[in-house]
């Protein structure tokens, strides 16, 4: 029912080429009924939201988001990313030396989670952000049941965030994206259907995908000590590898597992000959690409500064490019650079990592480390 592409060049096309869709319309094997009513990933490829719509549809719902998160506004966010990096890093100096430490639920989450909830204007509260955050797990996690991922997509999530925009109302809250995309719904631009699926993609894109880049960059460092003693070279000769660090991690295991689904509007060749027909769906297994050894030789090493890492395509391309690339990065940089500042010895717990059960997201379910011997 469903095809595969294999390189970057292939992923490259099928997800910026208009002649492949978002729209589920575009899938023959959907027109005809031949998809089952239980197939767990139908009613979230069937909705009509900021990852399943094309052209103007697409960019209405868009838009709030991409102003919310644009150059300026990121740029202003730097100093609120450092106080956050700071107060994680003083929690983290009070462990005793020597102990373990899960670095994934105490440095790499809650960062990128303050961070997008503090855009979305949302309380100071580490109740709602902590239920936020199991929500958005609940909603990627391939192991949940049909039933179990419908209760939280379309039942659980819409509540919480509902009942948040209430409050908001309530206390005369603005300039914020939450409000932004409210005002578009009382403008009639939006509905409230489309507010809530906005704020549910907001909400899981802004903080799962960052905490993995975090993570993976550290490990990456951790376990290739050649590329650690590279980096440790270029700061002290006045340099900042801390951009191609993240480049490094984006390509070595990109945060997204897989970019589910384009549908080919019309028979197209592809790189190497390959020909998708009209109506076929495509999945991108964007994590296997990222290894594609035709364009990033020797895949599995992670090296920072490698002259092709800017060709990685972790944040998507096309329309549909993830806007919040420039927050994750900057995000990342100043995560990695003031914890391997504050913590020089920091070492990898000799325990193999353990994968989130997750079609969408690529990531572990935690990161043991010691901070100092």
Request: charged letters at 25%; hydrophobic letters at 45%; one cysteine or more.
């Amino acid at each position: 029912m469903a095809k595969a592409v294999t390189t970057r060049e292939t992923a490259s096309l099928v997800m910026s080429d208009p002649r492949f869709a978002k729209d589920i319309e575009h899938w023959g094997a959907y027109q005809r009924g031949e998809i089952p009513a239980d197939w767990p990933l139908l009613f979230i490829v069937e909705g009509r939201g900021l990852l399943t719509t094309d052209g103007e549809a697409h960019r209405r719902l868009r838009l709030p988001v991409q102003r919310a998160i644009s150059p300026r506004r990121v740029k202003a966010l730097r100093p609120r990313v450092e106080e956050i990096v700071e107060r994680l890093l003083a929690g983290l100096a009070e462990l005793p030396p020597g102990e373990e430490t899960d670095l994934r639920a105490g440095y790499a989450l809650p960062l990128p989670l303050d961070v997008i909830c503090d855009l979305l204007g949302l309380p100071d509260d580490g109740d709602v952000r902590h239920e936020l955050h199991e929500l958005s797990a609940a909603a990627m996690n391939s192991e949940a049941t049909v039933a179990e991922v419908k209760a939280t997509v379309a039942e659980r999530f819409p509540a919480a965030l509902a009942a948040l925009i209430e409050r908001k109302r309530a206390a005369g809250d603005r300039d914020d994206l939450t409000m932004d995309l409210v005002d578009a719904m009382d403008a009639g631009e939006l509905s409230e259907a489309e507010v809530l699926g906005n704020l549910i993609t907001t909400v899981i894109g802004g903080h799962e995908t960052t905490v993995n880049l975090i993570c993976h960059a550290v490990r990456g460092l951790l376990t290739h000590p050649e590329a650690m003693a590279a980096v440790r070279a270029r700061e002290s000769a006045g340099d900042d590898p801390w951009p191609d660090v993240v480049e490094e991690a984006l390509r070595w295991e990109s945060p997204t597992r897989h970019i589910m689904f384009r549908y080919a509007t019309e028979d197209v060749t592809v790189p190497g000959g390959a020909v998708i027909h009209a109506g076929e769906a495509v999945l991108v297994p964007i994590a296997a690409i990222q290894r594609c050894p035709f364009t990033f030789p020797d895949p599995d090493t992670f090296r920072p500064g490698r002259p092709e890492a800017g060709r990685h395509i972790a944040f998507g391309v096309g329309a549909h490019r993830c806007p919040g690339a420039p927050l994750a990065r900057l995000e990342a940089e100043i995560a990695l650079r003031r914890l391997f500042a504050a913590f020089p010895d920091l070492t990898l717990v000799d325990r193999p990592p353990v994968r989130v059960p997750s079609l969408g997201i690529n990531g572990h379910h935690e990161l043991p480390v010691v901070l100092r011997g």
